[in-house]
């Protein structure tokens, strides 16, 4: 396992609450993982896997608390076949125990989500401890909760997400219910490294993730710890209200996570995002994306489904960086990359390039994008010192600038190759810039660009489905 000798401490950027600090300084969170529900994995199986996410610049994993797959094991004992919700399965306890402080060792930020719905439908429903036909603490009747709920989790029939004071108030159910989550607290506060998710994506009332994060945030300050607290809504459009809850909310959730979003898109996905930053302006917060989709076919750029394919789950993801995310995660296999070849090269090409200027100084500034290629060019800038442009595919591209007769160092980065090349040197003209990739000749570069090398210290393998995408950094220095 790759060690640290203290557990990382994370907080919000306090110079740019748009971000996230670790251990006191400003870092972007990368990442990806096999599965969502790490914890329940094999000891071994996860620190492979965690030493894999840090050796690729990964810092970032997403967890729900969910038990639902083949080999998972329920937080309740059993008893011939019946659970007892007053009862511990001290076996998942040590699992979760194991990862948390092998995450912590790793230095490895875990965004851990409560509640997973898909446990609290259909098959999953049928083992599931809540299930009043299989424990022994309620009946149906008593629980107000059915043994069957056949329907997907996005109709909302369960009535297990309706307990809380300001719904249906089911004291019952939502003592065992607080219970289970007292339970995750007694082991995750004394860590610094867990960021909370109510739900792993919802669109049930406001009501309930509202109740969880008070009821978190109270015992997290009994105990005397700080924590950071937010709700993930199903709805793909990030201007539905259901957003509103987390968004317009600020005392309730520390941060946004946009996950939905990420099932589009091109120049919708970018301008949601750059959306959802000007909203957040009068109360900054750092903008989260523990899951970034797209089917992984196994031939680069081939392999598609309802998330598409590898190459746009690639764009999503530098979109969502060049839009001022703080976190960017692939999702599991089975809805995007995970943690294959080319998500790690992709979190290892994103290391370097992002280091390469000021990021946490740097906004969205796509109005100073005058032209460029389609589908979701992005420009990041620190206005009269630095830009970063982003273009998914190659083509020449004019940014506006203030000032006449500035000198432009320009470096290049090849995403789908991971190289760069060395800085080429150009002159303000009429109050903008025109850069293109230097497979293309540009007529304003003064020098000509010569042989690319490696990114990093060490060569980074070609990914197919990054393919002619371009980071081009622009710095001012100076006038002629």
Sequence with gaps: ??????????????????????????????????????????????AEHLQELVRCGGNMVGNTMSCRHIGNVWPFARDRGIYNLDAWNEEHWRRFETFLAATAAAGVVVQLAIWDRFDYYQEAWLENPFNPDWNCNYTRKESGLDGVYDQHPSKCTNAFFRSTPLDRNNRLLLSYQERL????????????????????????????????????????????????????????????????????????????DVSANNHLCGERHYHNLVQVRRRLQ????????????????????????IHGPMREAIQRFWQCLFAGAAAACFFLPAAGPALNAEAANMIKVAREVLGAFDLF??????????????????????????????????????????????RLELHWFDIGRGLKHPPAYMTVKDYRITIEPPAVPVEAMEVEVGAASPLGTESIEATEAAEDMWVAVLRVRGKR
Aim: with cysteine; glycine share 10%.
């Design 1 to 46: 396992m790759i060690g640290r000798k203290t557990a990382p401490k994370l907080e919000i950027y306090r110079r740019n609450p748009f971000y996230w600090q670790l251990d006191g300084r400003p870092e972007l969170l990368l990442g990806g993982a096999a599965i969502e529900n790490l914890y329940q994995w094999p000891a071994a199986e996860l």
């Design 181 to 256: 989550v007292d339970k995750i607290l007694s082991y995750t506060l004394p860590y610094d490294h867990i960021i909370y998710c109510i739900d792993g994506e919802t669109n049930v009332t406001p009501a309930w993730g509202d109740y969880w994060a008070q009821y978190i945030r109270g015992k997290a300050a009994a105990a005397g710890k700080s924590v950071y607290i937010t709700e993930m809504w199903e709805a793909w459009n990030l201007a539905d209200p259901s957003h509103e809850a987390t968004l317009d909310h600020p005392e309730l959730y520390d941060f946004v």
């Design 282 to 305: 009068a109360a900054p917060r750092p903008v989260n994306n523990i899951k970034i989709y797209g089917i992984y076919g196994g031939y680069g750029n081939s392999g598609s489904g």
């Design 361 to 406: 100084a740097s906004e969205p500034q796509p109005d100073l994008l005058l032209t460029a290629p389609p589908e979701g060019a992005c420009l990041l800038a620190d206005p009269g010192r630095e830009y970063a442009l982003y273009l998914p595919f190659a083509g020449p591209a004019t940014i506006a600038l203030p000032e006449e007769g500035w």
